[in-house]
């Protein structure tokens, strides 16, 4: 009989880092096969909800804006100011969405968490493999907003190119605490108080339809100090090419990858702890 | 006993316990599997036979004791060893929004088998479970048998040495359930090794070259089925059906007759015996007149009943 213990790969290995990355891409392709069912009533989401905002936001409120004078948004359009925005809170709502129900539902609905425990999949691939998920369908999402805001006008400077992978690391930077939470979650309703409580207010009050200058004091310093304001500024700034140092740019990917690190770090044990009971 | 092709244990477990919180779900349990056998776990519902499997399909760690898997430490090696088994979970898995083949492929990439190679499977597998006409059908609408054999043949995509089957036919119809018997006796003859959980004792009689009786996540006993029932029931067992009215009457009356011994249950009274047909007229001859009488041989469930004092169904 092959003696099973020499498989074992030490830990940091070369080895063990490439079987367990190839774990993590085995456990992805499932969700590939799944969304490869599922992806034209995604489409209807991921396309008219940009549409929607920017034509609802920049257009309709936007005509309003302009009238009275944009210098409290930098002399630019109401528009351009407020696309960007709308690219960093799609990514979060995007982002908290997909790492909430769908991981709840792995474990209660379709039960594709507990089909790949029994394969050599463990915990942190099954976990990881579905952040990849997510974050093929944030960079989707964020790349048809991008297009749609240059479709309107909106964009300022190619630095938007950027924009993208600062949006989807918003996603993320929410996508990977949420998704530990929910894997402990013992019914649906604790979603809806994050969505009541934590991505309102966040989507309200981080920046993204008017200029935190117009907060109050104390309402500000609470602002700068959520995940959603970091992604808002640096997309803003990226689209409209100015306003931030690079000092500055930095410290918000600091913040969103630190955040996104935490998540990735609470998810690897929250899953082990959920599924190895 | 088959032990053929190897001394050396595939499952070794001494003094295996798991606890959740302060309820012990299994309590030390010792056993040794070896390879081509099929072994079951046979206890009613909440016996520790479900918490054994688990910690055998290295998903679930054990509180304390041993546990040995393919010889190697189902914690530290658990990746591995899932390699290679074979897992039938007591509810199906399966994504019911994909097709009978895209199960079978999502799952064999989770093998890291090449797509090429889970196809060809996947086709063998498919033929072998009788479900080849069905490979491109969405799962959702298929019956419960059917969902149940697309999960066996899931489970076979690794060719796995050891095959764990919790409760696998559990909610299926009779017909259905011989159809999934009659795969997993083709497959034992194949030599694969079967581990299974069921509180059906027809289905450990069919299947199962070795029995662990389970009851408070305890061995009662440990045997083969025939040695099973040989050393704790008498040859043949007498069923008697009194009028309800004179139901505790009769049960009063049988508790002096001259049988090895009587069990009254809440709608028969069965009595074991060496000879069921003289035990008849004997109990003729005392007065008692059953609405119905039954004698058969001895059975699993009549070992259960004098191990635990409770039926396996209960």
């Known amino acids: ?277 | 006993m088959l032990r053929a092709s190897g001394t050396e244990a595939l499952v070794r477990a001494r003094g295996l316990t798991k606890k959740f919180g302060s309820f012990t779900a299994v309590d030390g349990i010792d056993f040794d599997l070896y390879r081509g056998e099929a072994f079951g776990f046979l206890g009613p519902n909440g016996a520790g036979k479900s918490s054994t499997m688990r910690m055998i399909g290295c998903v679930s760690p054990p509180t304390s004791g041993e546990l040995t898997i393919l010889g190697a430490d189902p914690v530290r090696d658990g990746s591995a060893i899932r390699a290679r088994l074979g897992v039938v979970p007591q509810e199906d898995t399966l994504d019911v929004e994909l097709t009978v083949l895209e199960n079978l492929l999502v799952y064999g990439r989770y093998f890291g088998l090449p797509r090429r190679v889970i196809r060809e499977r996947a086709a063998a597998l498919l033929e072998f479970v009788q479900l080849s006409d069905r490979a491109k059908d969405k799962v959702d609408p298929l019956s419960g048998g059917l969902k149940r054999r697309l999960t066996i043949a899931r489970s076979l995509i690794n060719e796995p040495e050891i095959l764990l089957l919790d409760e696998p036919t559990t909610g299926l119809d009779p017909q259905a359930r011989h159809v999934v018997w009659d795969r997993l006796f083709r497959l034992k003859q194949r030599g694969v090794t079967l581990i299974l959980t069921t509180h059906y004792m027809d289905e450990a009689e069919q299947l199962c070259d070795r029995l662990a009786v389970m009851d408070h996540g305890t061995f009662a006993a440990e045997g083969s089925p025939r040695d099973l029932i040989t050393q704790y029931c008498s040859p043949e067992v007498l069923e008697l059906r009194f009028d309800p009215e004179l139901h505790e009457a009769a049960a009063d009356k049988l508790k002096d007759f001259p049988a090895e011994r009587a069990e009254v249950l809440a709608d028969r009274i069965l009595l074991y015996v060496t000879d069921g047909d003289s035990a008849l007229v004997s109990v003729r001859a005392s007065g008692l007149e059953p609405l119905t009488s039954l004698v058969r041989r001895g059975t699993l469930e009549d070992v259960f009943l004098r191990l635990t004092g409770r039926r396996l169904e209960d």
């Open chain 1, 1 to 277: 009989m092959p003696v099973l213990a020499t498989v074992g790969e030490p830990a940091g290995s070369v080895a063990s880092g490439w079987a367990s990355s190839s774990r993590t891409f085995r456990a992805f392709q499932c969700w590939l096969t799944v969304y490869r069912r599922i992806w034209r009533s995604s489409v209807w989401s991921s396309v008219l909800g940009p549409v929607f905002y920017l034509g609802a936001m920049g257009f309709g409120l936007g005509s309003l804006v302009n009238k009275h004078g944009t210098a409290s948004l930098g002399g630019v359009s109401y528009l351009a100011f407020v696309a960007p925005a709308i690219l960093a809170s799609s990514a979060m709502n995007t982002g908290m969405q997909e790492a909430s129900w769908p991981v709840f539902g792995s474990l209660k609905w379709n039960k594709i968490y507990i089909g790949a425990q029994a394969s050599p999949l463990r915990p942190e691939d099954i976990f990881r493999g579905h952040l990849m998920f997510m974050t093929m369908r944030l960079a989707m999402n964020a790349a048809v907003t991008i297009v749609f805001m240059w479709a309107f006008g909106a964009v300022r400077s190619a630095w938007v190119v950027v924009a993208w992978p600062v949006a989807v690391l918003t996603g993320v930077a929410f996508a990977a605490p949420i998704a530990a939470f929910a894997v402990l979650a013992k019914n649906e309703l604790s979603f809806v108080y994050i969505f009541r409580f934590g991505m309102m207010p966040l989507m309200l009050f981080s920046g993204t339809f008017f200029p935190l200058s117009q907060l109050p004091e104390g309402l500000r310093a609470v602002a700068y100090a959520t995940p959603l304001w970091h992604g808002v500024a640096l997309c803003r700034a990226l689209s409209l090419g100015s306003g931030l140092s690079l000092l500055g740019a930095l410290g918000h990917v600091a913040y969103l990858a630190v955040l996104a690190a935490i998540g990735i770090w609470a998810a690897g044990r929250t899953y082990r702890r959920r599924l190895y009971v």
